[in-house]
């Protein structure tokens, strides 16, 4: 996605979050909490410094980024949201997601690259397979992506149930644009971005649109067209 922004005359910044990409891997699986996440990305928002963002966040990228939007609002301009949420624990979530919480943590030998083939439609290059594969020699770099599955507000007391209902009072008085841009094959995150489009004021009237041909990982299937749509969103 990001040569076609740069093409565009648009700056991409892609962070990787700590226990992924090219970031440090906290070995122990207690290391990772879902606030401290937030407050290592907030670290890393304010030591930057980043204003006029428009935030597109994935997955992840949700849960993490929208708390963030919500923090510093001031150095946000719009936000598109694609295949996530930020989920407080009071809605139910499917079976299939439970069965993924326990399998993360439980399955002897984490297996990277097919669990992202898996989330998408197309047949992804062995090159890009192996990039994902790249930042975890052995197991004990994956603590990481083992927990965080887990981490998922998915009952009303979690431990950042409450700070993510915090974050939603803010997003429900949001005015700035908020486009909505799921897939048509996610399992997990299906129907969500409706609860976008109703609560967050900014989402009204946008246009919003369905990624055709593409999974949970849709920037992978669809990259191009996601990278086109943000540049067109962005300059409108």
Known sequence: ???????????????????????DKPAA??????????????????????????????DWGGLIGLRLVAAHPSRFDSVVVAN??????????????????????????????????????THLADAVLAGYDAPFPDESYKEGPRIY??????????PSS??????????????????TAFSDSDPITAGAEKVFQKLIPGAAGQPHVTIEGSGHFLQEDKGPELADLLTHFVLR
């Open 1 to 23: 996605m990001i040569p076609p922004l740069v093409a565009a005359g648009l700056r991409a910044v892609a962070p990787d979050l700590v226990g992924f990409g090219r970031s």
């Open 29 to 58: 699986r207690a290391d990772h909490t879902y606030e401290r996440q937030v407050a290592w990305m907030e670290s890393w928002l304010v030591a930057t410094d980043l204003r006029n963002i428009t935030l597109f966040c994935q």
């Open 84 to 121: 996530t949420g930020l989920p407080t624990g009071d809605q139910q979530m499917p079976e299939a997601f439970h069965r993924w919480q326990h399998y993360a943590e439980t399955v002897p030998e984490f297996p990277v690259s097919p669990i992202i083939q898996s989330s998408t439609v």
């Open 149 to 158: 599955p887990s981490l998922v507000p998915t009952r009303p007391d979690d």
């Open 162 to 179: 409450a700070a993510n209902r915090e974050a939603w009072e803010i997003l429900m008085t949001w005015q700035k644009p908020v486009l």
